[in-house]
């Protein structure tokens, strides 16, 4: 679920237009827009405490039809106020439910997703290594 909420919706909208043959898709839920409260720890283990509130959009869908060997249900949670980008993870999410549709869904969807994720991580590790400052202390020196 992770791949899928942090793929642009593009990237989803692409691949479902390339999905052939499509289930039939009905809402259950949504997609709606709401808000959750981030919590946060002090000192990342202490106390908890309310850091802010966050925009989410949530979707839940029920694929049936062919090409599925039976109904399927998907749920998708996504930062941000994007309705599309929630119906469409939530119907990746349903086809990776059905087991005919799993492995196809991890290998042309998922898994394209997964390495352009990894390459945006390192072209933006690379720019914030870039701008890296080692600062000198005549204090430190003699420690």
Known sequence: MRTLAMA???????AWRGWA?????????????G?????ARIDGGGARF???EATVTRAAVRLHGEPLATDAVGTSYVLGTDLEHAR????????????EQRERVLAEVIAPLEQAHVERDGIRGAEARS?????FSVAREHE
Not at 21 to 33: C, D, L, M, T
Not at 88 to 99: K, N, R, S, T, V
Request: hydrophobic share 50%; no cysteine; net charge negative.
């Open 8 to 14: 642009s919706r593009d990237a989803l909208s692409a």
């Open 35 to 39: 808000l959750v409260m981030v919590r």
């Open 88 to 99: 469409l993870a939530a119907i990746f999410d349903g086809l990776l439910a059905d087991p």
């Open 21 to 33: 043959p499509k289930p039939a898709v009905q809402a259950v839920r949504g997609p709606e827009a």
């Open 50 to 52: 309310n850091l802010g």
């Open 131 to 135: 701008t890296h400052v080692d600062f």
